[in-house]
């Protein structure tokens, strides 16, 4: 019988066959950072197991740094001592770690690939749930708790129960003005928080094959948003080409191998997933979030919906606790609704096309007044690149922040936080409450309704600004 | 790790689907590097509210948590596992849970069971007409009793079979070293590795 992209991923990884048990998994890449790590390297040194692959780990700083000053000290004395312990971490145990002020420093999900140590038919694990982003590139890529960081650390496996699968498929072409972002948040709309509980989402059809590569990252980045374990994409022509001439990328003999492997990585025909579910590409529109989880969402043309046209007990009192949370009103139409900060940045939205895009809609406008915009690039290089090509000055004539590159204010564990009250739109994943700074209120957005959402103040998308 | 057999203990009603991870801990309190002291980081936020059920006195030793579906969503951060349990937190029922979260409990021996949600409903009704009911959560017969209520819950086998047992995972995992070794033999040159 034919497999799945997954299960042909999953099966060229079994050390061990489970036989019922969990199979041993083997991972051929382990991304580190300091949030979830330090309690790992302690419990290798409690029981004195040496780090099995230093050579297939590598950390960088990300969540818990400072996106101004980057050249002094972290102010903040407790991140401080975080980032310093995986400092001599690093250097007790011979990992490879981008610091803070290194031209490759930037978010895991963002360096990875830029790097070219993400690659087809790997598996790649991280002690952050946004790993399922690697799966842009048809690697098995999911987050990890910090004991199966310790795991991975100690023994380079992790014993897994295969996941179930299911095809995302995608008919017809994505309509113009309309972004990868939308397209993840209709889906997670769609299927819900919980749809894709213990499943690898598997995204195929024409509108993901017209995709670019951070585009896909996107998608596979929030497939995590809709409970799943892991996204993957088919890599294509698309793919070959991001990856050829990275730094990490094969050479020589070693290209074509690859080549020739990755080839191989999309459903056979006669493949069976578990679940399939379509969804019409050519009918979705800009979407945002009204809600306090990534599944209460709706197109940006709608209004604010009534807990009272929620049939399910639970879902209404959802809605109710989410609506008061964002102190919003049902019928209230969603493009009336105003913000005080735009955060443009994230593993979901960092990476330069997002940017690009984001600056292309922002250029010659200004930022309304009485509105932040914060730009966050996910990585250095980024920062480096956007500044090449003038960027940075489209942002700041508009009256915007430029940063350092980090997780920011997608998480606010770093001074970049939402005072309590303050409302956001922004490109990162979560708009949990308090996920921004404690009583934020976020909205998700892609980077093109971000800028519009800035020059304009309240929830916008391109198309709502006059022309200039 | 502590072994799990039976766990009787009051119980806590919280009345939320979606209870993500940022909720059971904020991101500021993950700047510790300990894995022990994060007692005060459990549900900071909704605490500072009089009313929230763990700020009932009648909760205040509670030791398992009833919850509505989807438990534990988004971040994969195990601090959320850790805070339940420095809390006081043994047992969690709800009808589902998110699969890193329900992961990680079951590395650090915090069991995730999982009951309809009309069971849930009705544990919620018997903990709030009579919070001292003692909760029996019975991990070699997967059963839940309250009163005259009982029912079965779901547990992964292998889970329930580590928890039993108070297994170290890694350990397991070195046992099969060798294979490990061979599977590292066969790996393709073209893979990339840090120098």
Redesign the interface.
């Known amino acids: 019988m034919g497999r799945t992209l997954a299960e042909k991923v999953w099966s060229d990884h079994i050390?061990?066959e489970g036989d019922?048990?969990?199979d041993?998994l083997?991972i051929?890449?382990h991304l580190v950072h300091e949030?979830?790590s330090?309690?790992a390297f302690?419990g290798l040194r409690a029981?004195g197991?040496p780090l099995?692959r230093?050579?297939?780990?590598?950390a960088t700083e990300d969540?818990?740094i400072p996106t101004v000053d980057v050249d002094k000290p972290i102010a903040?004395p407790?991140?401080r001592?975080?980032v310093e312990?995986l400092r001599k971490n690093c250097e007790e145990f011979g990992v490879?770690l981008f610091p803070l002020g290194d031209l490759e420093q930037g978010i895991v999900h963002v360096v990875g690939p830029q790097m070219?140590?993400t690659?087809p038919g790997?598996t790649i694990v991280c002690?952050?749930?946004h790993t399922s982003t690697h799966g842009a590139f048809g690697a098995l890529a999911f987050?990890?708790?910090?004991?199966?960081v310790?795991?991975v650390l100690?023994?380079?496996?992790l014993?897994l129960?295969p996941f179930k699968t299911m095809a995302i498929n995608f008919e017809g072409e994505l309509p113009l003005g309309v972004s990868a972002k939308d397209l993840i948040l209709a889906v997670i709309a769609q299927i819900g928080?919980?749809g894709g509980?213990?499943y690898v989402l598997e995204y195929r059809g024409e509108a993901i094959k017209g995709l670019s590569m951070e585009g896909r990252m996107t998608i596979c980045n929030m497939s995590?948003?809709a409970?799943a374990?892991a996204g993957m994409i088919a890599p294509d022509t698309t793919t070959f080409e991001y990856i050829k001439g990275k730094p990490?990328a094969?050479k020589g003999e070693?290209?074509e191998?690859?080549l020739a492997?990755w080839e191989t990585l999309v459903a056979d025909p006669d493949a069976k997933f578990d679940k399939e579910i379509t969804i019409d590409a050519a009918a979705l529109r800009p979407f945002v979030t009204w809600g306090?989880?990534p599944g209460q969402g709706l197109p940006l043309d709608q209004s604010v919906p009534d807990p009272q046209s929620f049939s399910d007990a639970?879902?209404r009192?959802?809605v109710e606790?989410a609506l008061a949370y964002m102190d919003l009103r049902p019928g209230q139409p969603l493009k009336e609704i105003a913000v005080d900060t735009v955060f443009l940045g994230s593993c979901t939205n960092g990476r330069i096309e997002d940017l690009r895009a984001a600056a292309h809609v922002i250029k010659n406008r200004k930022v309304a007044q009485g509105v932040r915009l914060l730009v966050v690039p996910g990585s250095t290089r980024v920062r480096i690149e956007a500044e090449h090509e003038g960027l940075d000055q489209i942002f700041l004539d508009a009256g915007a922040e430029w940063r350092g590159a980090g997780c920011s204010m997608c998480?606010?564990?770093n001074p970049d936080k939402l005072t309590p009250g303050e409302r956001s739109a922004s490109t990162s994943n979560?708009n949990?409450?308090?996920?921004q700074g404690?009583g934020g209120r976020t909205h998700l957005v892609s980077p093109e309704v971000a800028a519009a959402t800035a020059v304009r103040g309240t929830l916008s998308d391109p198309t709502d600004l006059v022309e200039v | 790790m502590e072994a799990f057999t039976v766990h009787t203990g009051t119980a806590a009603p919280l009345?939320?689907?979606?209870v993500?991870t940022?909720?059971i801990i904020?991101?500021?309190y993950?700047?510790?590097?300990?894995?022990h002291g994060f007692e005060d980081a459990l549900f900071a936020?909704w605490r500072k509210d009089p009313e929230f059920v763990l700020n009932l006195p009648q909760y205040e030793a509670a030791s398992i948590l009833i919850a509505?579906?989807?438990f534990g969503?988004?971040?994969?951060?195990?601090?959320a596992?850790w805070a339940l349990q420095d809390y006081g937190f043994k047992v969690i029922l709800s009808s589902?849970f998110?699969?890193?979260f329900r992961?990680?409990s079951g590395?650090?021996g915090l069991l995730t069971a999982v009951i309809p949600?009309d069971a849930i409903e009705k544990l919620w009704e018997i903990t709030e007409a009579s919070p001292s009911t003692p909760v029996t959560v019975d991990l070699q017969e997967r059963c839940v009793t309250a009163g005259s209520f009982s029912c079965d819950f779901e547990v992964?086998?292998?889970v329930r079979w580590r928890l039993l047992e108070g297994l170290d995972?890694?350990g397991?995992?070195?046992e099969?070293?060798d294979?490990?070794g061979e599977?590292?033999k066969k790996?393709?040159?073209?893979?990339?590795?840090?120098?």
């Open positions: 050390v061990h019922g048990l969990p041993l083997y051929d890449m949030v979830t330090p309690q302690d029981t197991r099995r230093p050579d297939l780990t590598v969540h818990n903040d407790i991140s001592i975080q312990t490879t070219g140590l690659q790997m002690g952050d749930s987050g990890i708790g910090t004991s199966e310790e795991h100690a023994t380079q496996t014993p129960k928080t919980g509980q213990g995590i948003e409970g374990r990490h094969p070693d290209w191998a690859a492997y306090t989880n639970v879902e009192e959802a606790n998480l606010a564990m979560r949990f409450e308090g996920r404690p | 009345h939320r689907s979606n993500d940022d909720q904020p991101a500021e993950l700047k510790r590097i300990t894995r936020s509505g579906p989807d969503t988004g971040s994969s951060r195990e601090h596992v589902r998110a699969d890193i992961g990680n590395k650090g949600q992964d086998d292998y995972d890694i397991i995992t070195l099969h070293a294979a490990i599977f590292e790996r393709p040159s073209f893979k990339p590795v840090l120098n």
